[in-house]
């Protein structure tokens, strides 16, 4: 788009005489385009051609393409970078620095307000069946986005077109936005098209009120708003593209990397920013104020925009003497095709979650014909109305009552090599690769599912060991920062395994036989449980290839189930035989917090933890799992039969999942905001099956392990 943008001022025209106005006149004018201007960047630099330039004559038509072009060649949003040129055309540096003001606050201000609402009411089932249908009409947009950026940016160059099919293949697969892969197809756009010939181009309150940094997790902590400004300045400082570049950029921060948000609060973000006037970016408000209340949305804001103000305030006085080499033509032409690339990857990605339904990808298909055949309908009408359209549907569903929602089909089953049986424990599931890590530990496997393709891997080689009357081998996985980490009873080891290439990498032994592993993201730790030492073993992740023995966390009981509160690096785990229920903080590794979750005499067995809520649940392996508040406070309770063990959470639906292993059922329940629970559904596993893992839409997958399958359950809506 920018590059295609650009062509105009190739073409050096006489200035224009213009008409005076006052700085406030000026002001007043940005400040209203930033009120009421919808349509995304193109046609807010269509309204400041037509309204500036040909309307009131305020800039001249020079200026205004000048503009044009160091908006296309600089990284940032378009339309804010075009605005602040014109008043440091206006004012110089103050009026560019008043016009960034004035264009932004108006979104912004109106962001903050939708932001405080979902944050105080984003737990409510009107809430969510909103945003069930705007995410899907979200994804509509981005698809008409992509397909407007090819047809406006590669027209028939074959080169442009390469780049765009790398950048889009890239994107999908790694589901985030890699700015190397911007930056080398600039390069070779350069070096194709336009050689170098002898020299190149160089491009150049101590005590705030709790409200004030207050998120979805809660108050947020100096080193989290360090983080959110690092990363959203980064983010301004290397996008390039359409507004919608930004979106894989800040999936694979805040959703992969950081784990900020989940993948329908993501969705819920990029929503916001369509619904509202002014730079599609300001979705980073959105963003900074759930994780961070208002000082994270401020932050995060200043961040993005920062970046693309020093962008143009800079290079405006000695613009004219570098916009037209060809080399940096050519560099920008290349960038933007790989920008339209990881839009159109970002859509691939993003759809996946989103559309998880037959009514949602109605309603994206609705809305992506209603975009392309009538034209004049404004985006924001288009999104409320499919935003209306899942609060229908949603009503509906609910309307059903529990009776009717507890019915639905038998499990589909995935055997498993070597088997049967196949002795299955703690599964993991990696978001990043989408792939489903089973320890099989008899077979001295662990298999991998993709969960997106339903293709079955294998990686061999594991020690096992018999042990009375059964062979023990690996039986626990935790995926993080990439790799996955395998804990194996045969030898008491913690092996590292690359979560992408499956490539195992280095060891480490442990005093004690390994139960349950987890990722420490908060510390970049993996944490052991080992119930015969009553103790918690830590392994130190320098190396993540190379895990290493750091520490031994002893307690009163026997360790059973985990889960880790990221944002505020706090641990839970179970004293199976004491019915605790700890809380641990993960720099100091102390137990700060002991809570009864009232399991009875077979005591607490698996952990789930919502960040949203900061609500705790507690499986209790008699049956039932409990819903714990921060204080420790019983608020809700699940009805399941007797012998669950792992349980799992999917927040953006607020469903808790739990496997009766006595009597062979996964029950699935809907959490509402004040942590009461009601049935959702209801579907026959098999006896024996005890723990439960999801995958990102939401799919239960329970062992059978006396069977040698993998049970899946697909979750109706």
């Known amino acids: 788009m920018r590059a295609a943008m650009a062509e105009p001022s190739a073409a050096a025209a006489p200035p224009d005489e213009t008409a005076p106005c006052t700085m406030r006149e000026f002001l007043l004018y940005f400040l209203s385009l930033g009120t009421f201007g919808f349509g995304g960047p193109i046609a807010l630099a269509g309204y400041m051609q037509r309204d500036l330039v040909e309307s009131r004559r305020w800039i001249s038509k020079q200026d205004y393409l000048e503009g044009l072009a160091l908006a296309q060649l600089a990284p940032g949003p378009l339309a804010a970078q075009l605005a602040i040129y014109l008043g440091w055309v206006r004012a110089r540096v103050l009026g560019a620095t008043l016009v960034a003001c004035a264009f932004v606050a108006p979104s912004l201000a109106m962001v903050l307000a939708i932001s405080a609402l979902y944050v105080r009411y984003g737990g409510l089932p009107w809430m969510q069946g909103l945003f069930y249908g705007v995410g899907a009409a979200v994804i509509a947009i981005i698809v008409r986005s992509s397909i407007k950026l090819v047809r406006m940016t590669l027209e028939r160059d074959w080169l442009l077109w390469t780049i765009f099919a790398v950048s889009a293949v890239v994107t999908g697969w790694t589901e985030s936005e890699i700015v190397w892969v911007f930056l080398l197809s600039g390069v070779v756009a350069l070096l194709v098209r336009t050689p170098p010939l002898g020299r190149g181009a160089a491009a150049l309150a101590l005590f705030p009120p709790h409200w004030l940094l207050a998120g979805l997790d809660g108050p947020a902590t100096v080193p989290v708003l360090l983080k959110i400004l690092w990363f959203f300045t980064g983010a301004g400082a290397v996008v390039f593209g359409s507004g919608l570049a930004i979106v894989p950029f800040l999936h694979g921060g805040v959703v992969n990397d950081f784990h900020w948000l989940d993948e329908r609060q993501f969705l819920d973000a990029v929503a916001v920013a369509m619904i509202t006037p002014g730079p599609v970016v300001i979705t980073v408000g959105f963003i900074g104020y759930l994780v961070a209340g208002l000082a994270g949305a401020l932050i995060a804001a200043l961040g993005v925009f920062l970046p693309c103000y020093l962008f143009v305030v800079i290079p405006a006085p000695y613009y004219r003497r570098w916009a037209r080499v060809p080399q940096i033509r050519s560099f920008v032409a290349g960038v933007t095709a790989a920008a339209t690339g990881a839009i159109a990857g970002a859509a691939y990605v993003l759809g996946r979650r989103a559309l998880i339904d037959w009514p949602t990808v109605t309603i994206c298909a609705l809305t992506l014909v209603l975009l392309v055949k009538a034209r004049k309908i404004p985006e924001p009408v288009v999104i409320l109305g499919a935003g209306l359209a899942g609060l229908l549907i949603a009503t509906s569903a609910r309307a059903q009552g529990p009776t009717a929602a507890a019915s639905t089909t038998n499990a589909e089953s995935i055997a498993l090599p070597g088997g049967p049986p196949v002795d299955m424990d703690y599964l993991a599931y990696d978001p990043g690769s989408g792939r489903l890590f089973i320890p099989a530990g008899n077979t001295g496997k662990v298999d991998v599912l993709d969960t997106k393709t339903g293709a079955l891997r294998t990686v061999d080689g594991w020690p096992t060991v018999k042990a009375g009357d059964r062979i023990v081998g690996p039986s626990s996985c935790s995926a993080g920062g990439g790799y996955v980490y395998v804990g194996n009873r045969a030898d008491s080891s913690i092996c590292a395994l690359q979560a992408t290439s499956l490539t195992r990498k280095g060891c480490a032994a442990l005093p004690s036989s390994p139960d349950g592993v987890f990722y420490v993201a908060p510390t970049k730790e993996v944490w052991v449980t080992t119930p015969r030492e009553k103790s918690l073993q830590v392994?130190?992740?320098?190396?993540?290839?190379?895990?290493?023995?750091?520490?031994?966390?002893?307690?009163?009981?026997?360790?059973?189930?985990?889960?880790?509160?990221?944002?505020?690096?706090?641990?839970?785990?179970?004293?199976?035989?004491?019915?605790?229920?700890?809380?641990?903080?993960?720099?100091?590794?102390?137990?700060?917090?002991?809570?009864?979750?009232?399991?009875?005499?077979?005591?607490?067995?698996?952990?789930?933890?919502?960040?949203?809520?900061?609500?705790?649940?507690?499986?209790?392996?008699?049956?039932?799992?409990?819903?714990?508040?921060s204080t420790g406070k019983i608020v809700g309770q699940m009805t399941t039969g007797p012998g669950v063990d792992n349980i799992d959470w999917l927040p953006s639906r607020h469903l808790l999942y739990a496997a009766s292993g006595m009597d062979g059922t996964l029950t699935v329940a809907e959490v509402a905001a004040n942590g009461s629970m009601k049935p959702f559904s209801s579907s026959k596993t098999t006896p024996g099956g005890r723990t439960v893992i999801i995958d990102g839409a939401g799919t239960a997958y329970v062992p059978d392990s006396k069977g040698g399958r993998l049970l899946v359950v697909k979750i109706a809506r």
């Not at 307690?555 to 004293?575: C, K, M, S």
């Not at 102390?590 to 067995?605: I, L, M, N, Q």
């Open 539 to 629: 392994l130190a992740l320098e190396d993540p290839a190379a895990p290493r023995l750091a520490g031994k966390i002893a307690l009163e009981g026997e360790p059973e189930g985990y889960a880790v509160d990221e944002q505020r690096g706090a641990v839970f785990t179970n004293l199976r035989d004491k019915d605790r229920t700890l809380v641990l903080d993960a720099k100091s590794r102390k137990v700060v917090a002991s809570f009864d979750p009232a399991c009875g005499e077979r005591g607490p067995r698996g952990i789930a933890f919502d960040a949203g809520t900061r609500r705790l649940f507690v499986a209790c392996a008699a049956g039932g799992v409990k819903a714990l508040d």
